[in-house]
């Protein structure tokens, strides 16, 4: 059974740094795409960066410059390394792993993890 265990969400000052870790275990694949989202209540869930395996990256306009993802394969590890947070960068932040595979394509979530910009 595939696992996702993220961490290092919490609360920050705006202008303040944190960095997000999802670790993934279980998996008979390869990771192929390793990627973060964010949600707020009441708002759809919405992409904040994704990565693959090759290292290339994709993020949203309102975090390029800011955000940094990351990953290291070995460890099937993501990291979200977030600088100049806002407060409209709360939300709670899920980690997405996906696999293409012959039996089509597999994607899991992580429990989510609560960012929280105090301004």
């Known amino acids: 059974q595939v696992q996702l265990v993220e961490s290092g969400g919490g609360l920050v000052q705006a202008g303040g740094s944190l960095r997000l870790s999802c670790a993934t275990s279980?998996?008979?694949?390869?990771?192929?795409?390793m990627g973060w989202y964010r949600q707020v209540p009441g708002k759809q869930r919405e992409l904040v960066a994704t990565?693959?395996?090759?290292?290339?990256?994709n993020y949203a306009d309102s975090v390029k410059g800011r955000f940094t993802i990351s990953r290291d394969n070995a460890k099937n590890t993501v990291y979200l390394q977030m600088n100049s947070l806002k407060s409209e960068d709360t939300a709670v932040y899920y980690c997405?792993?996906?696999?293409?595979?012959?039996?089509?394509?597999?994607?899991?979530w992580g429990q989510g993890t609560l960012v929280t910009v105090s301004s």
């Open positions: 997405n792993v996906r696999s293409d595979t012959v039996r089509g394509l597999l994607a899991y």
């Open positions: 279980g998996s008979r694949f390869s990771i192929d795409v």
């Open positions: 990565i693959t395996s090759s290292g290339r990256t």
